[in-house]
Protein backbone atom coordinates (compact mmCIF):
# COMPACT_ATOMS: atom_id res chain seq x y z
CA UNK A 1 0.00 0.00 0.00
CA UNK A 2 2.63 2.56 1.22
CA UNK A 3 4.87 1.50 -2.02
CA UNK A 4 1.58 1.83 -4.44
CA UNK A 5 0.69 5.52 -2.94
CA UNK A 6 5.01 6.51 -2.98
CA UNK A 7 5.01 5.67 -6.99
CA UNK A 8 1.86 7.77 -7.43
CA UNK A 9 3.03 10.34 -5.81
CA UNK A 10 6.18 10.21 -7.97
CA UNK A 11 4.15 9.96 -11.28
CA UNK A 12 2.20 12.80 -9.70
CA UNK A 13 5.07 14.95 -9.38
CA UNK A 14 6.49 13.87 -12.66
CA UNK A 15 3.18 15.19 -14.24
CA UNK A 16 3.14 18.36 -12.90
CA UNK A 17 6.78 18.94 -13.79
CA UNK A 18 6.51 18.06 -17.02
CA UNK A 19 9.15 19.19 -19.73
CA UNK A 20 9.98 22.88 -17.28
CA UNK A 21 12.98 23.13 -15.83
CA UNK A 22 11.81 23.67 -12.07
CA UNK A 23 8.01 23.91 -10.84
CA UNK A 24 6.91 27.16 -11.20
CA UNK A 25 9.04 28.23 -14.29
CA UNK A 26 12.31 28.98 -14.82
CA UNK A 27 13.27 29.71 -11.81
CA UNK A 28 13.21 27.67 -8.22
CA UNK A 29 10.88 27.92 -5.75
CA UNK A 30 10.62 26.70 -2.32
CA UNK A 31 8.86 23.75 -3.59
CA UNK A 32 11.60 23.00 -5.49
CA UNK A 33 13.58 23.12 -2.34
CA UNK A 34 11.14 20.53 -0.63
CA UNK A 35 11.05 18.19 -3.52
CA UNK A 36 14.40 17.89 -4.51
CA UNK A 37 15.70 17.01 -0.93
CA UNK A 38 13.01 14.36 -1.23
CA UNK A 39 13.90 12.99 -4.47
CA UNK A 40 17.82 13.37 -4.63
CA UNK A 41 18.45 11.24 -1.73
CA UNK A 42 15.69 8.29 -2.93
CA UNK A 43 17.80 8.57 -6.67
CA UNK A 44 21.35 8.86 -5.35
CA UNK A 45 21.35 6.21 -2.14
CA UNK A 46 21.99 3.01 -2.31
CA UNK A 47 18.84 1.18 -1.17
CA UNK A 48 17.96 -2.72 0.15
CA UNK A 49 14.53 -2.53 -1.74
CA UNK A 50 15.08 -0.51 -5.12
CA UNK A 51 11.71 -0.93 -6.43
CA UNK A 52 10.79 2.97 -5.53
CA UNK A 53 13.96 3.77 -6.53
CA UNK A 54 13.42 2.13 -9.61
CA UNK A 55 10.09 3.89 -10.59
CA UNK A 56 11.73 7.18 -10.10
CA UNK A 57 14.77 6.41 -12.50
CA UNK A 58 11.86 5.64 -15.54
CA UNK A 59 10.55 8.87 -14.57
CA UNK A 60 13.19 10.77 -16.50
CA UNK A 61 11.87 14.78 -15.82
CA UNK A 62 12.18 14.14 -12.42
CA UNK A 63 15.92 12.72 -13.03
CA UNK A 64 16.76 15.47 -15.19
CA UNK A 65 15.27 18.13 -12.62
CA UNK A 66 17.74 15.97 -9.74
CA UNK A 67 20.59 16.13 -12.21
CA UNK A 68 19.99 19.74 -12.82
CA UNK A 69 19.76 20.94 -9.32
CA UNK A 70 22.97 19.06 -8.41
CA UNK A 71 24.91 20.23 -10.90
CA UNK A 72 23.50 24.14 -10.50
CA UNK A 73 23.78 24.23 -6.72
CA UNK A 74 26.43 21.50 -6.30
CA UNK A 75 28.88 21.26 -8.85
CA UNK A 76 31.50 19.66 -6.89
CA UNK A 77 29.34 16.62 -6.33
CA UNK A 78 31.04 14.63 -8.63
CA UNK A 79 32.40 12.15 -6.26
CA UNK A 80 34.04 14.45 -3.65
CA UNK A 81 32.87 14.98 -0.11
CA UNK A 82 32.90 18.33 0.62
CA UNK A 83 33.65 21.36 -2.06
CA UNK A 84 36.61 22.34 -3.65
CA UNK A 85 39.28 24.44 -2.22
CA UNK A 86 39.58 28.18 -3.00
CA UNK A 87 40.27 28.86 -6.76
CA UNK A 88 43.63 30.85 -5.44
CA UNK A 89 44.44 28.27 -3.54
CA UNK A 90 44.33 30.57 -0.31
CA UNK A 91 44.64 28.25 3.35
CA UNK A 92 42.37 28.56 6.33
CA UNK A 93 44.63 31.36 7.60
CA UNK A 94 44.77 33.56 4.48
CA UNK A 95 40.90 33.32 3.79
CA UNK A 96 40.24 35.16 6.98
CA UNK A 97 42.80 37.15 8.04
CA UNK A 98 41.49 38.59 10.82
CA UNK A 99 40.48 35.05 12.34
CA UNK A 100 42.10 35.38 15.45
CA UNK A 101 41.35 38.68 16.04
CA UNK A 102 37.50 38.40 15.97
CA UNK A 103 38.25 35.29 18.35
CA UNK A 104 39.77 37.43 20.70
CA UNK A 105 37.55 39.98 20.87
CA UNK A 106 34.67 37.28 20.95
CA UNK A 107 35.77 35.46 24.22
CA UNK A 108 36.76 39.29 25.73
CA UNK A 109 33.07 40.42 25.08
CA UNK A 110 31.81 36.70 26.30
CA UNK A 111 33.85 37.72 29.66
CA UNK A 112 32.98 41.05 29.97
CA UNK A 113 29.34 40.10 29.85
CA UNK A 114 29.76 37.38 32.51
CA UNK A 115 31.28 39.52 35.15
CA UNK A 116 28.84 42.23 34.12
CA UNK A 117 25.99 40.12 35.04
CA UNK A 118 27.57 38.60 38.12
CA UNK A 119 28.34 42.18 39.90
CA UNK A 120 25.20 43.48 38.85
CA UNK A 121 23.10 39.87 40.00
CA UNK A 122 25.22 40.18 43.40
CA UNK A 123 26.81 37.20 43.01
CA UNK A 124 30.12 39.09 43.14
CA UNK A 125 30.07 42.30 44.95
CA UNK A 126 33.60 44.79 45.50
CA UNK A 127 33.89 45.95 49.42
CA UNK A 128 36.22 48.97 49.70
CA UNK A 129 38.30 48.27 52.64
CA UNK A 130 39.00 50.02 55.78
CA UNK A 131 36.03 51.00 58.32
CA UNK A 132 32.71 48.72 58.30
CA UNK A 133 29.23 49.40 59.60
CA UNK A 134 28.78 50.76 62.42
CA UNK A 135 32.70 52.01 62.97
CA UNK A 136 33.90 48.52 63.23
CA UNK A 137 36.83 46.81 61.32
CA UNK A 138 35.77 44.25 58.73
CA UNK A 139 36.33 40.84 59.96
CA UNK A 140 39.18 38.66 58.24
CA UNK A 141 38.86 34.72 58.11
CA UNK A 142 41.74 34.59 60.05
CA UNK A 143 39.55 36.41 62.51
CA UNK A 144 36.49 34.09 61.69
CA UNK A 145 38.38 31.31 62.97
CA UNK A 146 39.91 32.03 66.48
CA UNK A 147 36.46 33.37 67.26
CA UNK A 148 35.15 30.02 66.65
Not at 8 to 18: D, M
Not at 112 to 136: D, T
Request: proline share 7%; net charge negative; aromatic share 8%.
Amino acid sequence: QLYREARECLTLLSQRLGSQKFFFGDSPASLDALVFSRLAPLLKAKLPNGKLQQHLKSLQNLCNYCTSILSLYFPWDGGESRPPPHPMGLGEAEEDPHKRRNQLLSVLVGLAAMLGYAFLSGIVSIQRGGVGPAGRQPITLEEEEEEE
